[in-house]
């Protein structure tokens, strides 16, 4: 297939790698900045461009791989009816590309994407489409891609914008805490490293230990209701009041999910 992608950032990058390395053609980057417009193309092979009046009228795809704020001043610079144009985002409507175009789209990636660095894994994608055969072209894509996908609409996606947060962005900060609290106290963060692996392989289906719920793998001193081991935590968290609260906040609820799940 060939694609031009608008847009350098990490998506853009990632995708494109993918891409090219899937065998498609990445014909054009487009992006305001020259010079990141003009390295990502040398990396894909492609042509670029900083005007929106020079994009490539010959891609079969065209692929918005912008900040979300940037996707809807695109229908005040640009035409490309009859094309397929598709955007990236988890949280903007697909409505914000149809003064683009009439074949709108959604190609959302649901993962955490750093365009200098290798995805280690598939990456799964959310797709949209306002007509059934482009979303069989997007559906196509994906699977060349060696990736699974889900056809959503825009109030499905942006739930699951919401529950990649609560996964990946929420969890890396509980790592950031103790992180630092290991630092404080001269230990080795890499001693948490086997645990926070195990906890994520029990989620995997094909590990064969896979509730379906995770939190009936929940344990800690909140699991078990242990206001003696609860309060010397607390205690130990007085130099730092904001993530002390934070854990107060998160024992409760896990008490009061334990209290739900018994219901």
Not at 256 to 262: G, T
Request: contains cysteine; negative net charge.
């Amino acid at each position: 297939m060939k694609i031009v992608l608008i847009g350098s950032g990490n998506v853009a990058q990632s995708l494109g790698k993918m891409l090219v390395q899937k065998g498609h053609t990445i014909l054009q980057v487009m992006n305001r900045t020259a010079e990141s417009a003009r390295e990502l193309a040398k990396e894909l092979n492609a042509g670029h461009t900083t005007q929106h009046a020079e994009i490539n009228p010959d891609a079969d795809l065209y692929i918005v791989a912008l900040a979300d704020k940037a996707i809807p001043e695109l229908m005040l610079k640009w035409r490309m009816e009859d094309k397929l144009v598709v955007h990236t985002a988890g949280t903007v409507p697909q409505t914000a590309l149809m003064g683009i175009t009439n074949r709108t789209g959604i190609l959302y990636p649901l993962q955490s994407l750093r365009g200098t660095i290798p995805v280690s894994g598939v990456i799964p994608f959310l797709i949209q489409a306002s007509l059934e055969e482009d979303l069989l072209v997007l559906q196509e894509l994906v699977h060349s891609l060696g990736a699974s996908c889900q056809v959503v609409n825009d109030h499905q996606r942006l739930r699951m914008h919401v529950n990649a947060v609560w996964v990946n962005n929420f969890p890396n900060l509980m790592y950031s805490i103790a992180f630092q609290l290991c630092k404080e106290n001269k230990l080795s963060f890499e001693l948490l490293l086997p645990l926070i692996k195990e906890t994520f392989i029990r989620l995997e289906p094909e590990a064969g230990a896979s509730t379906g719920n995770p939190f009936l793998w929940q344990t800690g001193p909140a699991m078990r209701e242990d206001q003696n081991t609860i309060r010397k935590h607390l205690d130990i968290m007085n130099p730092h009041p904001d993530w002390k609260d934070l854990y107060q906040q998160l024992t409760e609820e896990i008490i009061s999910f334990k209290s739900q799940l018994s219901e």
